[in-house]
């Protein structure tokens, strides 16, 4: 049983379809829009992203001083610090070279297969086999890294 609030998933849901909307309304859900900036052709998306990076980076810093602890689930709001690692400079740059490709990042994608580029499902299933395939290397890894310390 989940202990989170149970306005959790509705609210999920809405937020998901409100990003989608403005990705669809900003143009970010259309691949040769993307692509032409990804080319410095047209730099309307910088505008769109600088507006999100803004929105978020003001709730990050206002959200803990006024409310303390996330609403619906009762967290405490705290930094979750990653290392930077081989790993993030790997994952970066397959993720930076797909959506060069492709023309757009998994989110957008979802939100350009909603205003009916069917053609998307190309990527999206790129995105797929990527992740399937990342998964089954990390486990492997692990594995392999569990079996060494094992056998110490």
Known sequence: MSDRHPAFMP???V???IFGFGLAYSQMARPEVVLDFLQFEDFGLV????????????TFFVAPRLLGRAPLTGDSFERRLKSFDRNVLIGGAIFGVGWGLSGICPGAAYASL???NITILWALAGMFLGAYAQGYWRSRSQARDTAATGAD
């Open 114 to 116: 909603g205003i009916g």
């Open 47 to 58: 505008f769109v992203m600088f507006g999100g990076a803004a929105v978020t980076g003001l």
């Open 11 to 13: 609210l999920v849901l």
């Open 15 to 17: 937020g998901g379809l």
